[in-house]
């Protein structure tokens, strides 16, 4: 299995929404609703932000929200404020017990 | 809160095999329901799922590391291990364990939560 496609990098300045995009196929993103998002800042255990497309576990902000359309996901964090600085990655199940990420993205806030 | 932590050699020669130990705290490994992973990220590069474990052993593996993958749970150390076999270079990463949602009988894998902090295992030639 492929790994699914991010972008490297992303960057917003404080207040603005920004969106990751991860890019998948008809194999995985687009025929799962199994897709999770993982924050992971330097030095820290990668926390999960989104998972189901659109669930949000509890204790994540509101500003974090999840989406897909066909073969792509997408995490979309709104209000940025600077503590969302942070490597994210997408993560779809992939039929025949397969489990695929993404490449990371690093989020700056300028 | 369940908190987990990896554990393990951080020097392995190639060839031979990387053993790694992830400790459950906070929670029981026969928690109902939970699976739990190893992940890997070499460095440079993404994240790549090994594979998955319950605690009655029942187990799902990476199909491109299936032959040399063991993954194991000691429920009365609440514990779960890893073996890689005939490690490369290639084996280089950060390991991480991690708590994962799965259906039991489709493998169906929902979610990894949480994540221990993960542990550098370097392949030397």
């Known amino acids: 299995q492929s790994a699914l496609t991010q972008p490297a990098s992303v960057s917003g300045s404080p207040g603005q929404s920004i969106t990751i995009s991860c890019s998948g196929t008809r194999s995985d993103v687009g025929t799962y609703n199994l897709v999770s998002w993982y924050q992971r800042k330097a030095g820290e255990a990668p926390k999960l932000m989104i998972y189901e497309v659109t669930r949000r576990p509890s204790g994540v902000s509101n500003r974090f929200s999840g989406s897909k359309s066909g073969n792509t996901a997408s995490l979309t964090i709104s209000g940025l404020q600077a503590e969302d600085e942070a490597d994210y990655y997408c993560c779809s199940y992939a039929g025949s017990i397969a489990v695929i990420f993404g490449g990371g993205t690093k989020l700056t806030v300028l | 809160q369940l908190q987990l932590q990896e554990s393990g050699p951080g020097l392995v020669k190639a060839s031979e095999t990387l053993s790694l130990t992830c400790t459950v705290s906070?929670?029981?490994?026969?928690?109902?329901?939970?699976?739990w992973g190893w992940i890997r990220q070499p460095p440079g590069k993404g994240l790549e799922w090994i594979g998955s474990?319950?605690?009655?052993?029942?187990?799902f593996y990476n199909p491109s590391l299936k032959s040399r993958v063991t993954m194991s749970v000691d429920t009365s150390k609440n514990r779960l291990s890893l073996k890689l076999t005939s490690v490369t270079a290639a084996d280089t990463a950060v390991y991480y364990c991690?708590?994962?949602?799965?259906?039991?009988?489709?493998?169906?894998?929902?979610?990894?939560?949480?994540w221990g902090q993960g542990t550098l295992v370097t392949v030397s030639s």
């Open positions: 991690a708590g994962a949602r799965v259906d039991f009988w489709s493998g169906k894998h929902h979610f990894l939560d949480p």
């Open positions: 906070g929670g029981s490994i026969s928690s109902n329901g939970y699976y």
């Open positions: 474990v319950y605690y009655s052993g029942s187990t």
